[in-house]
């Protein structure tokens, strides 16, 4: 069965580092997501992605945040320069035609 | 808006007996509804979905959730817990038909099966 992939599992950076956390969506999928989930809280929309360009996104997705779909296969959210507060779970997500998403497993990354 | 509450951070069952994970939503619009059930280090697995079909939603591994727009609920149940079924499940809304279709979570239900 296709699944969404997420690499690292685990990225450990210091604080004012640039990090990059890649995703592979489902193949035939067209829409993408990220989420986030800080410890001890509620998981939260980062960004959804459809036709080369974002379709909407939250308010913490600022100016440090950015993703691309570099080859037309893997998905990736960039931060550019990570904060302590970034630290969480991030999750990717790809959807096809109906409103079901699809998760990968998550990149844990810890700031120091 | 959407807003989704889970009612229970923790709910502890023995195998065998029937499991209730309860959940509120709100929704300016007409929602879709999921439950999505994380088992340690693993994704977020859909478990099932209502997008208003029948109001009874039946899943997999035997869970089942009714949708009733009256309480504005979504409860999930399972007739009879199985210990692999410890993990944290998660409520969730996001608004019908919609071109982004972002996804609003509840805080999530840790369940623990004793057996």
């Known amino acids: 069965e296709p699944e969404v992939t997420q690499t690292p599992s685990h990225q450990v950076t210091q604080m004012g580092q640039e990090v990059i956390l890649r995703c592979v969506p489902i193949?035939?999928?067209?829409?993408f997501y990220w989420y986030r989930q800080i410890l001890g809280q509620k998981v939260e929309f980062l960004v959804s992605?459809?036709?080369?360009?974002?379709?909407?996104k939250s308010e913490i997705f600022d100016d440090q945040f950015s993703v691309e779909r570099p080859d037309g296969s893997n998905f990736t959210l960039k931060i550019r320069s990570t904060k302590l507060e970034d630290s969480a779970m991030y999750f990717c997500a790809s959807r096809g035609g109906t409103d079901t998403q699809y998760f990968g497993p998550g990149t844990r990354l810890t700031v120091l | 808006a959407q807003s989704v509450t889970q009612l229970d951070s923790h709910v502890s069952v023995s195998e065998g007996t029937p499991v209730l994970l309860r959940c509120n939503y709100s929704?300016?619009?007409?929602?879709?509804l999921f439950w999505y059930v994380q088992h340690p280090n693993k994704g977020l697995q859909l478990l099932l979905k209502y997008t208003s079909a029948a109001t009874l939603v039946k899943g997999i591994n035997g869970f089942e959730a009714e949708f009733k727009k009256s309480e504005t609920s979504f409860h999930l149940t399972k007739p009879s817990a199985h210990m692999s079924d410890a993990a944290e499940y998660f409520c969730?809304?996001?608004?019908?038909?919609?071109?982004?279709?972002?996804?609003?979570f509840g805080g999530g239900t840790r369940v623990l099966v004793k057996p």
């Open positions: 929704s300016s619009y007409s929602p879709s």
């Open positions: 969730v809304v996001s608004r019908a038909k919609a071109a982004g279709n972002k996804l609003t």
């Open positions: 992605f459809y036709n080369n360009e974002i379709s909407e």
């Open positions: 193949s035939n999928h067209l829409y």
